[in-house]
């Protein structure tokens, strides 16, 4: 048997201009239909009472006073419920401003949609409103 031949290292040509440019776009739609998914799940009403920041700072004292005298393994799932109370508390102030995301989002999803193979539908299931991909001249063809 003959050993391998060895390999020639490829020269890395520098990428064109119009390359880097395309990259880019890609990562600007990416960004502004992940930002606007992220933004519709955030916003969606939930099932059960709307929490409050008084509800939360209810509950996290209610939780200071049984972590004392709570079995090892109660401590640890009241530490974890304690845990992600103060995260939604210190998120309960943020704003999103979900009108200029959608703006965004109804100027590339067509492309990203279209480069990406997102069908109408698809868009729908994760919760893009009919208007919205009207309005993004989205068609509701089946690939």
Not at 71 to 83: C, F, G, I, M, S
């Amino acid at each position: 048997m003959s050993a391998a031949t060895p390999t020639k290292a490829r020269k890395k040509t520098p990428m064109s201009a119009e390359h880097k440019a395309a990259l880019a776009k890609g990562r600007e739609e990416g960004r502004i239909v992940r930002q606007y998914l992220e933004a519709l799940e955030s916003t969606k009403p939930r099932r059960g009472r709307k929490r409050t920041p008084d509800s939360i700072r209810k509950r996290l004292a209610t939780i200071e006073a049984a972590l004392p005298e709570s079995d090892p393994l109660n401590r640890l799932h009241l530490v974890e419920e304690k845990q992600r109370l103060e995260a939604e508390l210190a998120h309960s102030g943020d704003v999103v401003d979900l009108a200029a995301l959608e703006k965004s989002f109804i100027k590339v999803a067509r492309q990203y949609g279209e480069r990406k193979g997102i069908s109408y539908s698809a868009w729908r299931t994760v919760g893009v409103s009919a208007s919205v991909l009207q309005q993004a001249k989205i068609p509701r063809t089946r690939g």
